[in-house]
């Protein structure tokens, strides 16, 4: 995008409200999928050890013609979502979603590219054979099961978050009233959302919730004080609240855990054997724990097997 004639603004903002900006400020629109792509060269970061991730031709034979037919997997990403997945200060595409799929790839001895989306546009571009696969921390539920593939590589609970020191006294119990921030298309969606309505129940007053496209938005709308606090994955809060220099921290204890699922077209051959049988072996030959133990995140969620859902 146009660099903007309003920067001085920019030095205002958080350090991590401005990671993946060129992604947030462009992120509005139908969730169709159509959010714009990044300018960073499609996999340019590089995961930890990279050179050390070999092919292994079993696995390689066991990925569908379509998709190699180019010698490279497009990944299909909404890049607000640090550290997960996001565009860093100099533009390029980082991440511990994108050090991974990197390694996946070379496991099936495949190039990589990762493309930008609204989070809710991905799904419905796997399905229409727009990506080849995901990886943006998508939780494994029921609901998307219904229509692709999950295989298993991480676990992340919900966290919340507030202003430092708690101002308005938020706890998980009783959000009712309180003005709430979260990304769209997220699991936390669905859990605002029961939250208020037991809230109501109880005769209390609905959560004021906020849905925002990028998660970036959803941490700048806590930071600016438009919101009272946010609920977003447990590693996304923990990198926010280490990001921001004191403004934020979280309240309680994560929740909900559940494993992150790699997306992938329902039914497509041997394709999901095949991306399961690379994070399995990148697991056991040690490039997992390097490339969790770069992002910080080895303690929170590290798995030692990975599934295919459902199991085929």
Not at 108 to 131: C, M, R, T
Not at 153 to 174: E, M
Not at 271 to 295: E, F, M
Request: charged share 25%; hydrophobic share 40%.
């Amino acid at each position: 995008m146009a660099r903007p004639t309003h920067l001085k603004a920019f030095a205002l903002l958080p350090a991590f409200a401005l990671v993946g900006m060129s992604v947030a400020c462009g992120a509005g629109g139908s969730g169709a999928g159509e959010a714009p792509k990044s300018s960073a060269p499609a996999g340019s970061s590089a995961p930890a050890d990279a050179g050390a991730v070999a092919k292994d031709e079993k696995l390689a034979a066991m990925v569908p013609e379509d998709i190699k037919k180019d010698g490279k997997i497009l990944v299909g990403q909404d890049q607000s979502y640090p550290p997960n997945e996001f565009v860093d200060d100099k533009g390029v595409v980082t991440g511990f979603d994108v050090d991974f799929g990197t390694a996946i790839a070379k496991k099936l001895g495949l190039e990589v590219g990762f493309e930008n989306s609204n989070f809710d546009g991905i799904i419905p571009g796997i399905g229409a054979g727009k990506y080849e696969l995901s990886l943006s921390s998508f939780s494994i539920t029921a609901e998307r099961l219904q229509t692709v593939d999950m295989v298993s590589y991480y676990k992340a609970g919900t966290s919340l978050a507030v202003l430092k020191g708690n101002p308005d006294k938020l706890n998980l119990d009783d959000l009712c009233g309180k003005k709430i921030a979260v990304q769209k298309g997220t699991t936390q969606v669905a859990d605002i959302e029961a939250r208020s309505k037991k809230c109501t129940e109880a005769g209390k007053p609905a959560v004021e919730e906020t849905q925002l496209q990028a998660q970036t938005d959803v941490n700048l709308a806590l930071t600016s004080k438009k919101v009272q606090g946010e609920l977003a994955d447990s590693p996304v809060i923990d990198y926010a609240v280490k990001q921001t220099n004191g403004q934020l921290e979280a309240v309680g204890a994560p929740y909900d855990t559940a494993p992150y699922g790699v997306v992938l077209k329902k039914a497509n051959g041997d394709y999901a054997k095949a991306v399961q049988g690379a994070i399995q072996a990148l697991i056991d030959d040690g490039t997992y724990k390097k490339i969790l133990d770069k992002w910080g995140l080895s303690q929170a969620g590290a798995v030692t097997k990975s599934e295919i859902n459902p199991a085929s």
